[in-house]
């Protein structure tokens, strides 16, 4: 089984920064892209934030280009979102989720459970 754990999440005030991180385990050969997602109100639908493939190329939103940096560590099969200029429009579910292999010729989709982020004076 493969699980992706989210941490980092909190409250922050408006201009502050966070670094939210997702480490996945479980029986895991190799992964592929990963990424941030987020939901900012129930009932909305999930947003793409950012993406990193497994050789390092990454894809941004518009809305956080400039202020949000993705990055992973492979050996440890952890990706991170630092979050800078943090905006009360950022606030929301932010969601990891990763492409992985159990084996070389299998691969599945994870999401990890979700972490509050909360920008607010």
């Known amino acids: 089984q493969v699980q992706l754990v989210e941490s980092g999440g909190g409250l922050v005030q408006p201009g502050g920064s966070l670094r939210l991180s997702c480490a996945a385990s479980g029986s895991i050969f190799s992964i592929d892209a990963m990424g941030w997602y987020r939901r900012q109100a129930p009932g909305k639908q999930r947003e793409l934030v950012a993406?990193?493939?497994?050789?390092?190329?990454?894809n941004y939103a518009d809305s956080v280009k400039g202020r949000f940096t993705i990055d992973r560590d492979n050996a440890k099969n952890t990706v991170y979102l630092q979050m800078n200029s943090l905006k009360p429009e950022d606030t929301a579910v932010y969601y990891c989720d990763a492409e992985i292999r159990p084996d070389r010729f299998t691969k599945n989709h994870f999401w990890g459970q979700g972490t509050q982020v909360t920008v607010s004076s």
């Open positions: 993406t990193i493939s497994s050789g390092g190329s990454t």
